[in-house]
């Protein structure tokens, strides 16, 4: 089968799943367990052989994978996962907290704005009514002397 009958194929839907779009291959994760078992059998072959080249095609690694689980393996950070470590709870509840503190710090800054918004606003709103009060005492003045006149 050349590569045009396999994009054909994986075009017709011929390849896969039925219903499932097989657009991109799922990421590949190793156990801890696999990865020291392949460094092993690698550091056991002869260095610079074919042999260690043949371990990582029959594995379909490349020798990158090697590199990062040494540096792994030195850091004691050699996890189930695809390279990152493992977060401890300490670190999870230290990040939980300062999300929870930036939450709060942007809250307080909406609220100062608001508090200053409303300040502003209750300004114009005493003002507004002791200029009505004034002008309500200037014109009992004015019905006054219009009372006391017409007498």
């Not at 590569?3 to 194929?9: I, T």
């Not at 043949?54 to 689980?69: C, F, K, M, N, Q």
């Not at 390279?83 to 609220?111: F, H, I, M, W, Y």
């Not at 200037?138 to 009372?147: F, P, R």
Request: glycine share 8%; net charge positive.
């Amino acid at each position: 089968m050349t590569l045009a009958d396999q994009a054909a194929a994986t075009a017709a839907g011929q390849n896969g799943p039925v219903g499932k779009k097989t657009g991109r291959p799922a990421r590949r994760t190793f156990t801890a367990a696999y990865k020291a078992r392949i460094l092993a059998e690698y550091d056991a072959l002869p260095e610079g052989g074919p042999e260690r080249g043949a371990l990582l095609r029959s594995e379909r690694l490349y020798h990158s994978h090697i590199e990062h689980w040494r540096k792994q393996q030195s850091k004691g950070t050699l996890s189930a996962t695809t390279g990152k470590p493992a977060k401890d709870p300490v670190t999870e509840e230290l990040e939980r907290l300062r999300a929870e503190n930036r939450k709060l710090k942007s809250d307080s800054t909406q609220l100062a704005a608001k508090n200053e918004k409303l300040e502003s606003q209750l300004g114009k709103t005493k003002a507004a009514l002791d200029l009505a009060g004034k002008a309500f005492a200037l014109l009992e003045q004015i019905s006054e002397s219009a009372d006391s006149d017409g007498k």
